[in-house]
């Protein structure tokens, strides 16, 4: 089974400039040419869903099926593995937990999570958050995927997932550059933890899926799928599409890309989350400064990495979001930073630039037209 996950110079949110923003009409029907392009290439996933959201006013743009056996359409309301975008979701229960006063950004692994490695001691929350701590990441050891591969649908704590790393060096000096880590989520979800007093779920459940109306998100521990939800496969050509959907347990990720969620929820989470709603005003403002950074798969635009989320400066205007990608669902959810617009990519397939820049080309052409029919008109 193949599996894979994946200078500095700061910048406040400032309100963009937006004059290349298209017509509503205009935009939507740009974004419905370019998931039929995607839908029609070599590389195509099965399905896609996007949800865009101006104001009150949603439209959804639905391709392809959901599941191959039954030819279903996907549904803004059908389940499907987040990736990434948990990253999301972990750096809004982190600031939920900094507004309690029960955690600082400036707390370190030291100070919280003493059992962790001694070369670890300096790394902060602020370090993990923007991926600047200099962790390995634990999905990149040869041990990791062994075990994995060995024990698909049964994983360790979340803790375990760092011992697969625990014997090597930082990769740089904490704070000192950018690199994307799986393990920096690990770290924070442990913080959280050893903060709170309770488990990671709880808090999720009582600072952001509850304030925020997620009723279909969920943090799960094992392998299975609520109902109704998009399968997720594997195309390498000329195999034929395997279904992964329920094939490994998303403990194997914990929060750095397990979570379950819908088109529906993640947009309504996106929207809050780029606003603020977990968080107090000056915890926002260090959220919301950049360093050069770019998601994973990369997102429409100029990335800039914050602290739990990302700028993505396009032609039509900038918003805040993230990526994610696994082993056969790639996402992309994006807001205004006052929460009115918005606009979410689904696909049952992986699709990334580093894996196959040509082929991800269509994907990422679409990441932009659904960011700019979410700001058309302004």
């Not at 599941?67 to 593995?81: K, N």
């Not at 195999?239 to 929820?265: C, H, I, K, R, Y």
Request: hydrophobic share 40%; net charge neutral.
């Amino acid at each position: 089974m193949a599996f894979a996950l994946a200078g500095i110079v700061f910048a406040t949110v400032a309100p963009a400039a937006q004059a290349d923003a298209p017509e509503p009409s205009t935009a939507d029907a740009a974004l419905d040419q370019a998931i039929q392009q995607l839908m029609q290439s070599p590389s195509a996933p099965p399905g896609l869903v996007s949800v865009v959201q101006r104001g009150d006013e949603i439209k959804v743009h639905a391709a392809g099926v959901a599941d191959l056996s039954t030819g279903v359409p996907p549904t803004v309301d059908d389940h499907m593995q987040i990736a990434s975008v948990s990253k999301a979701f972990n750096g809004a229960a982190a600031v939920a937990v900094v507004k309690d006063r029960k955690l600082k950004l400036g707390d370190t692994i030291g100070e919280r999570l003493p059992n962790l490695p001694q070369a670890w001691k300096d790394v902060t929350l602020t370090h993990a958050l923007q991926h600047k701590s200099g962790l390995p990441d634990f999905t990149t050891s040869p041990a990791y995927m062994s075990a994995l591969r060995a024990s698909p649908l049964t994983a360790p704590p979340a803790v375990e997932l760092l011992a697969y790393v625990q014997d090597r060096p930082l990769e740089f000096r904490p704070g000192s550059t950018y690199r994307y880590s799986n393990s920096d989520n690990i770290v924070v979800q442990l913080m959280i933890e050893a903060a709170t007093g309770r488990s990671y779920t709880d808090v999720l459940q009582e600072k952001v899926f509850g304030p925020l109306g997620l009723t279909n998100t969920s943090l799960p521990n094992d392998n299975l799928m609520p109902s109704p939800y998009i399968h997720g496969y594997i195309l390498e050509p000329p195999n034929p599409p395997e279904d992964v959907s329920q094939g490994f347990s998303l403990g194997w990720l914990a929060a750095s890309g397990g979570m379950v969620s819908t088109p529906a929820d993640v947009n309504l989470f996106v929207r809050a989350y780029a606003r603020g709603a977990t968080a107090n005003t000056g915890t926002v403002d260090r959220q919301f400064r950049f360093v050069k950074g770019n998601s994973e798969p990369k997102g429409p635009g100029v990335n800039g990495a914050g602290l739990g989320v990302f700028r993505y400066r396009t032609r039509c205007g900038t918003v805040y979001g993230h990526t994610g990608v696994t082993i056969a669902y790639t996402q992309f959810a994006a807001s205004t930073s006052n929460g009115a617009r918005s606009a979410t990519v689904s696909i049952n397939s992986r699709m990334t630039p580093s894996d196959n820049p040509e082929a991800f080309a269509p994907l990422g052409k679409v990441f932009e037209l659904a960011t700019c029919a979410a700001l058309a008109g302004t």
